[in-house]
């Protein structure tokens, strides 16, 4: 069985909003990019929310960036679990980050968004109750999975996550 491992968070201090996903896929890992497998629309969501060309979805250092100046963070609930291939039901044995550490250092955020139900059932299961009272007052949104698995048009998954996070970036 292979342990996959999370990135480091895109954050900057000044965040407002953290979406979370599970773990990176095999070719994130591979690329060491999050959301690098290109039938995930993850990228290109993020290019229509703050209004930026689609061509700048490849160019990971400068998107990055770019959606961290628009008080957007970007991290994984779990540290690492074990799974075969990239799909989140093949996960077991999660062992979730340290958001408490998380929470002491981006004070600022007011909204966690799941990029998909799995990232959210884990966070429930093994962050929710460790979390102080005050982050417990914070908005929770599970949003559509940008993954290619997710069988969803583009347009409805970007109109769900306009929605939810538009107006924060605005």
């Known amino acids: 069985m292979t342990i996959s491992e999370c990135f480091p968070r895109i954050a900057r201090e000044d965040a407002r909003i953290l979406i979370l996903g599970t773990l990176p896929s095999q070719i994130s890992l591979r690329e060491k990019q999050y959301y690098a497998n290109p039938r995930n629309a993850f990228w290109k969501i993020m290019c229509d929310l703050i209004a930026a060309d689609h061509a700048l ?15 957007i963070a970007l991290w994984d609930v779990c540290k690492a679990a074990h799974r075969e291939g990239s799909l989140d039901s093949a996960m077991h044995d999660e062992v979730a980050n340290d958001f408490r550490n998380f929470f002491n250092m981006y004070t600022k955020i007011s909204l966690i968004c799941f990029n998909g139900t799995r990232a959210e059932k884990i966070f429930q299961s093994k962050v929710l109750h460790d979390l102080p009272k005050n982050m417990k007052q914070v ?32």
């Open 57 to 71: 979805a490849s160019d990971y250092a400068t998107i990055a960036t770019k959606i961290k100046e628009k008080g």
């Open 139 to 170: 908005g929770f949104k599970t949003l559509p999975s940008s993954s290619g698995a997710r069988a969803m048009k583009y347009e409805e998954k970007l109109d769900a996550w306009r929605k939810t996070i538009g107006h924060y970036i605005a």
